[in-house]
């Protein structure tokens, strides 16, 4: 069936009363300062010069660290919410 044109142009303006809104709110959370874009340059220019000065495989291997400290963490993260998400559900 169908639809009526006017109920698909209502939502579509609908949908973009909606987006600009919440494009509003980020911006105003964003700043826009002329130095974002230089001091993310400045920290990738520093992050660098730190990195060529470290040997590839201990890097490889903090990096190899860092990313099984965070597995392990979002599982500790995720059972907690399981269990907690259970324990509600026998309250109720």
């Known amino acids: 069936m169908a639809r009526d044109p006017a109920q698909i142009q209502a939502d579509i303006a ?3 009363r909606v987006i600009e809104t919440q494009l509003d709110a980020l911006s105003r959370k964003v700043p826009r300062a002329w130095w974002t874009p230089w001091a993310l340059a400045a920290g990738a220019l520093v992050v ?5 000065r470290l040997p590839v495989l201990k890097v490889i291997g903090v990096g190899a660290r860092t990313v099984q400290t965070g597995l392990t963490v979002a ?3 995720a059972a907690v919410d ?3 998400a259970q324990q509600r559900r026998l309250a109720a």
């Open 82 to 84: 399981r269990f907690l």
């Open 14 to 16: 609908l949908t973009r």
């Open 75 to 77: 599982g500790t993260v």
């Open 48 to 52: 660098g010069l730190v990195m060529s």
